[in-house]
């Protein structure tokens, strides 16, 4: 028999195996992602060039439910694929935009995970024959995701704004910039004090697309 991934939708045979604890997926996608892995952490320059979209992709088409834990590591996740795909961020720096998501816990929102996750699986990059193939299917497959996630983008990058802005890294001038420009739209519409303490509480209260309406 076979039955749909409950993150990615692949369809696989069934299998009986372990999942992961909060990315919900069948257990016949979680073992072929391990596979994934496993092929990626064998090969060194591969690693470096695709493991950061990877483990992205993988997490943001297996959201799960909206628990603590998911919510922190879809957003994380998220911010991490804006970094690198329309930023050009390099991993090292969207793994620290992951690791300050970790920190400051508690301030992200659930996203409604959208109906369809894209036509590009982790099944897809399974598939690959050689490490080639393997580094175009994972960044055609990064790049489906975030398209899929696409009714979310804005409230992703006004994230990513707000925890780069804390990280020193040669992106962080592009970042600051960024929140920069946001804080310059909210006070040129709302020149008042109200809006000046919002602006001082950014840091202290969960991050939301409402507030950049206020
Ligand atoms: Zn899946």
Known sequence: MSSPCIGCGVILNDLDGPTHGY???????WST?????????????????????TVDSYAAQHPGRASAQSIQSVAGHLMSLCAVLEDGASSEWATKVIREAV????????LQPPRSMGSITVVNV?????PAEHEKRVR?????????????????????????????APNYRIRRLRLSRLLLVQESRHPSPRIISTLASLHDRPFTEQRLRR
């Open 23 to 29: 990315m919900e997926s069948s257990p016949a996608c």
């Open 140 to 168: 055609d497959w990064a790049s489906s995701v975030w398209a899929a996630w696409s009714q979310h983008h804005s409230t992703i990058r006004f994230w990513l704004s707000s925890v780069g802005g804390s990280i020193t």
């Open 126 to 130: 399974w598939r690959a024959k050689g």
């Open 103 to 110: 920190r400051i816990k508690g301030r992200f929102t659930w």
């Open 33 to 53: 992602y391990s596979e994934v892995l496993a092929r990626e952490y064998s090969d060194r320059a591969l690693f470096e060039r695709v493991h950061r979209l």
